[in-house]
C-alpha cells in the first residue's frame, strides 16, 4: 500500500511535474523521466483509438509486477500519472485530489505559465501533506 | 497616472457586492485590448434584459457576502497579478500599482462601510481620532472585504507614526507563491491601497506597504506597515489636549 511517485504532463506531452516519495522503484536521471513521460502520453493517445467499443479516454490503469500506473485524464488533456504498489486501491480518488490542488496552487498562481514545469512551493506543500511519504 | 484595470473579459466576474469592483465596460478599454470593432457597438445595445435585479438597484443596507466564489476571485486577481507585471519595470514598480489598484477598492469600501454602520444608528458620527480609526480598519474593513476582522494590530516601539496590522491567511495571497528571485514581492500591496484609501478618506493621509513576515506557523503571514504622516500627529497631539 505504497504510493511510488506522482508525474504530471502537459497537454503536449511535457513532464511538467515529478516526484518520487516512497522508495520501490529505480532511481532514474532526470532526463529518463522526460523520455518516459512522452512515451506515456503517446502511449494513451494510441490506446484512445484502440477501444473495440467505439471513443474512449485511453489507458487509465497499467499493472506491471510490482507496481501499477494509474492515469486521470483531464478535459484540459492534462495527465495526471500515480505510480502505486499493486495493492493500492485509493490511487483514483488521490489523483482527484491532486486534481484540485493543481487547480488551487499551480492553475491560480499568477507566476506559474500554463504547459510550463511547475516550480511551486504551495503546490509541493500540499502534496507533501496529501500524499506524505508514500507510506500507508 | 495610468491605471492597470483588470482584463474586460473577466469584468463579467466582478458583478458582485464582496470587494465592490467597478464593472468596466468593454467600450471604454476596447482601443487598448483590440477587440473586433463590432463588438463595443453590440455588446451594450443587444444584451437581454437580466431576470435578477442590477446591482445597482439593490439595497445598500443588505449585503449578501456570499456572492463572489474565492476561485473565481483568484483567477482575476492572477490575470491582474499577471497583467500588471508584463508592464512594469521591478518590484518596487509592481507594488506600486497593485496599490493603485487597491486604493480604487479602499475609497468605495469606505463609502460603503460607513455608511452601512452608521446609518442604522441613532446618532451617526465620524471618526477623527486615530486610534479608534485604526482600530475600525483593524475590524470593520477586514470584515467587509474579507468577511472576518484582520488578526492583530500593533504599534511600532522604534517610531512613533508606524502602525502595523497583521493577517496571518490574507484570502488574496491564499493560492499565490512568489518565485523566489521575487521573495520581497508582496501581493499584499493590493490590500494595502485598500487600507491607504481608507485612510486618506477617514483623513490620516499616510504612506502604506505591505510586507511578508513568515513564521512557521503561518507561512503566509502579512504585515501592512502604515507610515502617517506628520500633520497626522501633530493633529492628535493637538485634540489630545
Known amino acids: ?7 504530471v504532463i502537459n497537454k503536449a506531452g511535457g513532464l511538467v511535474y515529478h516526484r518520487n516519495f516512497a ?63 499493486l495493492a493500492d486501491s485509493t490511487a483514483e480518488a488521490t489523483l482527484q485530489k491532486v486534481y484540485e490542488t493543481y487547480s488551487d496552487a499551480v492553475m491560480k498562481n499568477p507566476f506559474h505559465t500554463p504547459e ?10 500540499r502534496i507533501a501533506a496529501l500524499i506524505g511519504s508514500g507510506q500507508g | 497616472m495610468a491605471y492597470s484595470q483588470p482584463h474586460p473579459r473577466l469584468s463579467l466576474l466582478s458583478n458582485s457586492s464582496v470587494s465592490s469592483m467597478e464593472h468596466f465596460s468593454p467600450t471604454t478599454s476596447s482601443t487598448r485590448f483590440s477587440l473586433p470593432s463590432s463588438a ?5 445595445a443587444n444584451k437581454p434584459p437580466l431576470s435578477r435585479p442590477n446591482i445597482y438597484d ?30 512594469v519595470s521591478g518590484i518596487n514598480d509592481l507594488e506600486r500599482r497593485l496599490n493603485t489598484l487597491g486604493y480604487r477598492i479602499g475609497t468605495r469600501v469606505l463609502e460603503l462601510m460607513v455608511w452601512r454602520v452608521e446609518s442604522s444608528s441613532k446618532a451617526p458620527k465620524r471618526e477623527i481620532r486615530l486610534l479608534p480609526s485604526l482600530m475600525s480598519i483593524h475590524t470593520q474593513v477586514w470584515r467587509a472585504v474579507f468577511g472576518k476582522p484582520a488578526d492583530a494590530i500593533e504599534k511600532s516601539v522604534e517610531n512613533a507614526d508606524e502602525y502595523m496590522i497583521i493577517d496571518n491567511d490574507p484570502p488574496i495571497e491564499r493560492h499565490i507563491s512568489v518565485p523566489k528571485d521575487m521573495s520581497q514581492l508582496s501581493c499584499s500591496s493590493f490590500t ?21 513576515t513568515p513564521t512557521a506557523q503561518f507561512p503566509s503571514r502579512t504585515t501592512i ?4 504622516e506628520k500633520s497626522v500627529l501633530e493633529r492628535e497631539e493637538l485634540l489630545k489636549q
Open chain 1, 116 to 125: 510550463m514545469p511547475i516550480r511551486s512551493e504551495a503546490f509541493d506543500v
Open chain 2, 58 to 87: 439593490r439595497n445598500l443596507a443588505k449585503p449578501r457576502v456570499s456572492d463572489v466564489s474565492g476561485a473565481a476571485f483568484s483567477f482575476l486577481f492572477s490575470e491582474i497579478v499577471q497583467y500588471t507585471q508584463k508592464r
Open chain 2, 192 to 212: 494595502a491601497g485598500i487600507v491607504e484609501a481608507v485612510l486618506d478618506g477617514l483623513g490620516f493621509p499616510a504612506r502604506v506597504t505591505a510586507h511578508s
Open chain 1, 23 to 85: 522508495d520501490g522503484l529505480a532511481q532514474l536521471t532526470s532526463n529518463e523521466y522526460l523520455v518516459l513521460a512522452g512515451t506515456l502520453h503517446g502511449i494513451h493517445a494510441i490506446t484512445s483509438r484502440l477501444s473495440p467499443m467505439g471513443s474512449s479516454s485511453g489507458a487509465q490503469v497499467i499493472e506491471g509486477e510490482s507496481f501499477k500506473m494509474t492515469i486521470l485524464l483531464t478535459a484540459t488533456g492534462t495527465k495526471f500519472v500515480l505510480l502505486t504498489s
Open chain 2, 225 to 228: 506597515l502604515i507610515k502617517l
Open chain 2, 40 to 44: 463595443p457597438t453590440t455588446l451594450g
Open chain 1, 1 to 7: 500500500m505504497a504510493i511510488f511517485g506522482l508525474w
